[in-house]
């Protein structure tokens, strides 16, 4: 059990996805927009792009680096959505505990400090803490599901995250918006990216809908061939 998951990002032409890049070729709420048709109202976004957006500049710092262990989940409450931020480690530092409305909840590891859940239940910020040493996206999701009522869920950020739960079968469906422009830097993340195993075969998909929308976008929905 899990819930309903869709990767919703815009693209330049070349598959990138910095963000002031994409705000340059379509600085309209073209994605924004679209992001509202998917009904999805929990966003979950990974560590780094929780940083540009929300988080506090300084990381969280601690000098006692015990690690949680096996506690699964602090819910301190139940939500209609949520602000996902993904933070294997408990490095994100945090001002508040919502955000655009929703409350925040953090997801993370069991080699995270005790420290920061403990700070994160003291600012009234539910955590989920699964995974010895990485994040156990299967895990996490159905806790999301079970536990905080999550049904439909957009992953918004970045490209790593997409490769993870690309990587790791937990997709539904692919929201892709092409924004009229070509980015061409070198080493800039695209779409899915940081997959390690290089013989894994192309993921075949299945095109839905085709729509143009803001300045020059074409928005693409696929499901899983």
């Known amino acids: 059990m899990k819930p309903y998951i869709i ?15 994409t705000e340059q070729i379509d600085s309209s709420n073209s994605y924004y927009d679209a992001l509202d048709k998917l009904n999805c109202p929990s966003l979950l976004m990974g560590r780094v792009t929780m940083q540009m957006h929300y988080a506090e500049g300084e990381p969280f710092e601690t000098s006692d680096v015990t690690p949680i262990g096996r506690q699964d989940q602090c819910k301190v409450q139940k939500a209609g959505g949520y602000i996902i931020a993904m933070d294997t480690h408990g490095k994100l530092r945090w001002g508040a505990s919502a955000y655009d ?94 997959i390690q195993d290089l013989s894994r075969p192309a993921t075949l998909l299945k095109l839905n809908s085709v729509e143009r929308v803001g300045e020059g976008t074409v928005w693409l929905r696929y499901t899983f061939a």
């Open 7 to 21: 990767s919703h990002m815009m693209e330049s032409v070349d598959g990138r996805i910095d963000c002031d890049m």
């Open 101 to 194: 409305g929703k409350p925040l909840l953090v997801i993370t590891s069991e080699a995270c400090p005790k420290a920061y859940t403990d700070t994160l239940t003291s600012q009234g910020i539910s955590w989920i803490a699964v995974g010895e040493k990485e994040i156990n996206l299967p895990k996490a999701m159905k806790i999301l599901r079970v536990d905080f009522g999550v049904e439909r869920l957009a992953v918004v950020g970045g490209g790593h995250i997409n490769g993870a739960f690309l990587e790791a079968g937990l997709l539904d469906e692919v929201s892709v918006m092409i924004g009229p422009g070509i980015d061409g830097r070198r080493n800039m993340t695209a779409v899915f990216d940081g």
